[in-house]
């Protein structure tokens, strides 16, 4: 009874969830079909070579969160090849495509401790990645917001700036070990501190903010292949990106900011689009992400296999493997 009493509060969060998504998409969805004649006559101007260089962006992007990991990682005392982590990273981003927020982490966990690193600082590194993650979003969509003054203010970008530098603070260890020492006595487990120089940090954060800068160039770029969209719109183009994945990252309800991320981007764009061209981009911009995450996975297990395969043709290594069997076919002939 008491398992069945744990398992409603889930269920009711999985119900809100879709509920939710199926709202949002429904809204964007009857945007489109209500404004079809207008969508088919609108100037759309379909550039492949900017969509390809699109989508090479994106791709080459997302390759940059495996060495950020690599970075924080090494700060936790734990250093990983970054071949082993864009493996480890692209496999358990697929489970953020799974309904519930905690597959990602959790797989990310598993392939941790596959690599004989202990649970907690495997979980405290995501933490940090995590936090350095939005910190690096909030910079780029302060820096390159234009939204207008009746929507977005100077007031509110000083907001977004001291939010970020709060979230850098809370790093710094005469506040973060108080916080991990508690953690762990509410846990009743052993905590790793960090023993980092405090500047260190800013390396993951500027490799992030690149990212961020990459990925929204990529959309800006998607948008330049299908619509006539001019450099000046690229500032907007970006906080717009930025913005719209915070709040699909503060969505608890869905999965990966899906339907929650794609509704904040069209109403973001419309300073530039109309509202049923914005909703168009917005969830190509969805299809787009997840085709380079797919493509993003299936390069890091290829090159996984291409090392292991090209490690066993390796004539050297042959030559070195040759002679430790002749070794010890020539130890057990001599106990014979």
Known sequence: MGGGMKGRPRKWIAFLGALFIGLIFFFLFRELWMNWQKLQQYAWNLNPGLAFLSFLLLTSSLFLLPWGAVKILSLWGYPLSYRDMCKILFTSQMGKYIPGRGWALASRAHFYSQKGLPLMPATLAVFMETILMVSSAIFVLSLFSQVPSGLWGNTERVCLLFLGVMCLIFLHPCLLNPFLNVLGRILKRPMTFPRFPYYKMFYPLAIFSVFWLGMGASLWLLCKS????????????????????????????????????????????????????????????????????????????????WVKVRGRNDPERKGIQMGILRESGDKGSLKI
């Not at 990106?241 to 981007?265: K, M, N, Q």
């Not at 787009?288 to 290829?302: E, H, N, R």
């Open 226 to 305: 299908l619509t006539e969209a001019n450099p000046s719109q690229l500032p907007q183009v970006i906080s717009a990106f930025c913005l719209s994945w915070i709040i699909g990252f503060l969505s608890f309800l869905t999965p990966a900011g899906l339907g929650v991320r794609e509704g904040a981007l069209a109403f973001l764009l419309q300073p530039s689009f109309p509202l049923f061209a914005a909703a168009a981009l917005a969830l190509l911009s969805r299809v787009w992400w997840i085709l380079g995450d797919v493509l993003a996975w299936i390069l890091s297990i290829g090159w996984g296999r």
